[in-house]
């Protein structure tokens, strides 16, 4: 992966963010029965998340995986009594005993990874014999690809965020349906960090496809697709309408005995 389109400019903004929506990714832990001994979160940042988890469920072991060394020395830093690599070939936990938490994770896979990073992230979700998979990310559902709601699009351009559709339409073309539509109202407030959200795919695969992506050596036993209400809250605010279309999935996928 590119580190240098992946750099931050402001790590405490993009950190203090991703805080905000802790307990919404802790959504599985009341919904995992089988045992297991083992949380690796994948993508853990600064570890915030296993900080969070550790004294509320302290008969796990925590691993944090992330692929930035400065993420992984902050973690180490931020959280005790956890183990935390940058490199998964370090990682010697038995898998099948694991649960792999991948929250946020998959949109930065596709936008800043090649077909080969990719492939070789799939494989190790899906092909590594975790226990459980639980998935939280940003996903646009296909079915409600319709052509962008003009009245949205309206309020849009004659709001103050206006120029910020402009720099986002530079980089991904004329907004002409709702998935491209609602793309730009995901990172519209996020203009501290803009060169590295505006270039950010946050729907770079369909719900359908990333269905079509689970094994049969995995079952769903639990999904949920939604609007963060913060969103929508803000878009209220904001332009004074409803977001009413899906914007993230949560999914729990647990190995077949």
Same mark, same amino acid.
């Given at each position: 992966?590119?580190?240098?389109?992946?750099?931050?400019?402001?790590?405490?903004?993009?950190?203090?963010?991703?805080?905000?929506?802790?307990?919404?990714?802790?959504?599985?832990?009341?919904?995992?029965?089988?045992?297991?001994?083992?949380?690796?979160?994948?993508?853990?940042?600064?570890? /915030?998340?296993?900080?969070?988890?550790?004294?509320? %469920?302290?008969?796990?072991?925590?691993?944090?995986?992330?692929?930035?060394?400065?993420?992984?020395?902050?973690?180490?830093?931020?959280?005790?009594?956890?183990?935390?690599?940058?490199?998964?070939?370090?990682?010697?936990?038995?898998?099948?005993?694991?649960?792999?938490?991948?929250?946020?994770?998959?949109?930065?896979?596709?936008?800043?990874?090649?077909?080969?990073?990719?492939?070789?992230?799939?494989?190790?979700?899906?092909?590594?014999?975790?226990?459980?998979?639980?998935?939280?990310?940003?996903?646009?559902?296909?079915?409600?690809?319709?052509?962008?709601?003009?009245?949205?699009?309206?309020?849009?351009?004659?709001?103050?965020?206006? /120029?910020?559709?402009?720099?986002?339409?530079?980089?991904?073309?004329?907004?002409?349906?709702?998935?491209?539509?609602?793309?730009?109202?995901?990172?519209?407030?996020?203009?501290?960090?803009?060169?590295?959200?505006?270039?950010?795919?946050? %729907?770079?695969?369909?719900?359908?496809?990333?269905?079509?992506?689970?094994?049969?050596?995995?079952?769903?036993?639990?999904?949920?697709? %939604?609007?963060?209400?913060?969103?929508?809250?803000?878009?209220?605010?904001?332009?004074?309408? /409803?977001?009413?279309?899906?914007?993230?999935?949560?999914?729990?996928?647990?190995?077949?005995?």
């Amino acid at each position: 992966m590119d580190s240098e389109i992946n750099r931050i400019s402001d790590l405490d903004i993009y950190l203090t963010r991703m805080q905000r929506s802790i307990l919404d990714k802790m959504f599985f832990i009341d919904k995992v029965f089988e045992p297991f001994r083992y949380i690796l979160d994948f993508g853990c940042a600064n570890g /915030e998340l296993i900080k969070a988890m550790k004294p509320m %469920f302290p008969n796990y072991e925590y691993i944090g995986y992330d692929i930035s060394p400065e993420m992984i020395a902050a973690a180490r830093e931020n959280v005790s009594g956890a183990r935390f690599y940058d490199d998964w070939s370090k990682i010697d936990i038995p898998f099948e005993e694991s649960l792999i938490n991948i929250s946020s994770t998959i949109h930065e896979v596709y936008s800043y990874g090649s077909e080969k990073d990719i492939d070789i992230f799939w494989d190790r979700v899906f092909g590594s014999g975790f226990r459980y998979v639980t998935i939280r990310d940003m996903m646009f559902p296909q079915a409600e690809n319709i052509p962008a709601r003009k009245e949205q699009l309206e309020a849009i351009r004659n709001s103050s965020y206006a /120029e910020w559709l402009e720099s986002f339409e530079d980089v991904w073309g004329k907004t002409e349906n709702q998935r491209q539509l609602v793309h730009f109202l995901l990172k519209y407030k996020y203009t501290q960090n803009w060169d590295r959200e505006v270039h950010e795919n946050y %729907f770079p695969i369909f719900t359908e496809d990333l269905l079509k992506r689970i094994p049969d050596t995995y079952r769903l036993v639990f999904s949920d697709a %939604f609007t963060l209400p913060y969103t929508s809250w803000q878009i209220r605010k904001d332009l004074g309408f /409803e977001l009413t279309e899906h914007t993230h999935i949560k999914l729990i996928l647990e190995k077949i005995i």
